[in-house]
């Protein structure tokens, strides 16, 4: 593993220095104001001011579009060379947003880049990547158990020049703010096609007649206002076929690409939440006295720390070298890196959190510091990109693929 973490040039450790120390100085001590924002200025869905102010300054110092590798206008980082700056970012819960390097802004940026007609990328990509718009990706359905992605029954039904889409999404992430101008909606053109061969994605405006955002869902009762998760029904939305990404029968193929960086970036922003949380639980438990010495003295509570410790290193090295198997052999080469992580970094993020949890009593589960609402985050993850249970049956599988074929090799 060390010699995973020396390939790093010296470009990207630079701006990782630049991202900590803007991160401390800048992000963190504007959370207060953002909040405050979102609690006093009656309504949830409007910008906090400060967001604006922060991204401004980031893009200024020339901290932006950090996620993208070698194309598009970023910053043309490998993925082992992002991931430290990701888990920075994931230190504060609008961090990402400040460098344009936010989900689901990060994986429509991607396809555009990748799948998108220089037509869709004049149109979308260029704003997205200036910060001005938000978008939101349109996948998961209420009526379908979505873990399976070709369950999907929204329909995309070609007529004439255009298409015509009918169904109703939930858990669309971005939808509820009001920069939020373009959706990439996942939907089925031919459901006689073979099985990953019927789902297509088409960019989709969201002042489109017939898109209604029934409605916000909140995450363990958050909102996550400004951003927010909405419901979203599509009855009848018609769109110029121009509007297709890559094809028809091309959807499936473009979700596998763009939920493997995905899943690193949400790894890496988990790592970074559960460094927060034992930062926390190691200031508290130095500064409060219990049965007349200070907590960081009882034995149980250091041995949770140490634990703390262990586990977030181990979660870091297994995706750090999910990224550094992207690099070198590409995606779909690492899926069972990919699928690993995604199951050690979000499980262990939630013990982190909830070990500090423990270490600050009752206020830990309070409004006055924010581990309740990390433990929301981490425990969404478990869900976000594939329930575990996906993940694991893929690493499982993989496995036994290879146990079988090296015994066949030795014989």
């Not at 910060?131 to 070609?158: K, L, Q, W, Y």
């Not at 070990?355 to 510091?369: E, L, M, T």
């Amino acid at each position: 593993m060390t010699s995973i973490t020396a390939e790093r040039s010296a470009r990207a450790e630079d701006l990782k220095h630049r991202v900590a120390a803007f991160v401390n100085e800048h992000v963190i001590p504007a959370e207060p104001a953002f909040e405050r924002h979102l609690a006093e200025s009656g309504n949830r869905w409007s910008i906090p001011p400060v967001m604006e102010e922060l991204k401004a300054k980031a893009r200024r110092e020339g901290l932006w579009n950090l996620f993208l590798p070698d194309h598009g206008g970023g910053a043309g980082l490998t993925n082992l060379e992002y991931a430290p700056l990701c888990e920075i970012m994931g230190r504060s819960p609008i961090a990402p947003e400040v460098f344009n390097c936010n989900a689901p802004d990060t994986g429509n940026m991607e396809v555009l880049v990748r799948y998108g007609t220089d037509a869709q990328k004049k149109a979308w990509l260029e704003p997205l990547l200036a910060g001005t718009i938000r978008s939101c990706f349109a996948m998961t359905e209420p009526e379908v158990a979505s873990s399976d992605a070709t369950n999907i029954a929204c329909s995309i039904r070609g007529d004439g020049d255009s298409y015509v889409i009918h169904g109703r999404k939930w858990w669309t992430s971005g939808a509820m703010d009001p920069r939020c101008k373009i959706a990439i909606v996942m939907g089925k053109t031919d459901p006689d096609a073979p099985r990953h061969l019927q789902q297509s994605m088409v960019l989709v405006p969201l002042d489109t007649p017939g898109v209604r955002v029934v409605r916000p869902l909140t995450v363990f009762g958050y909102d996550d206002a400004p951003h927010g998760h909405a419901e979203v029904a599509f009855e009848n939305v018609r769109v110029p076929k121009s509007n297709i990404l890559l094809g028809e029968g091309r959807g499936f193929e473009i979700a596998q690409g763009r939920l493997g960086p995905g899943r690193i970036h949400h790894c890496m922003r988990a790592i970074g939440l559960a460094e927060r949380a034992l930062e926390a639980m190691c200031k508290r438990v130095q500064e409060r006295v219990a049965f007349g010495r200070p907590l960081a003295e009882q034995g149980a509570l250091r041995h949770e720390i140490a634990r703390s410790r262990i586990e977030i290193d181990e979660a870091r090295l297994l995706t750090l070298n999910a990224a550094h198997t992207m690099d070198v052999h590409g995606n779909k080469a690492a899926k069972k890196e990919i699928a690993m992580i995604k199951i050690a970094a979000p499980a262990m993020a939630l013990r982190v959190i909830d070990r500090a949890v423990q270490a600050h009593g009752a206020a830990g589960i309070s409004q006055d510091f924010p581990l309740a609402y990390a433990w929301a985050c981490a425990r969404t993850l478990r869900l976000v990109d594939g329930p575990d249970e996906v993940h694991l049956e893929a690493i499982a599988k993989q496995e036994l693929q290879e146990q079988q074929a090296k015994r066949a090799g030795a014989r």
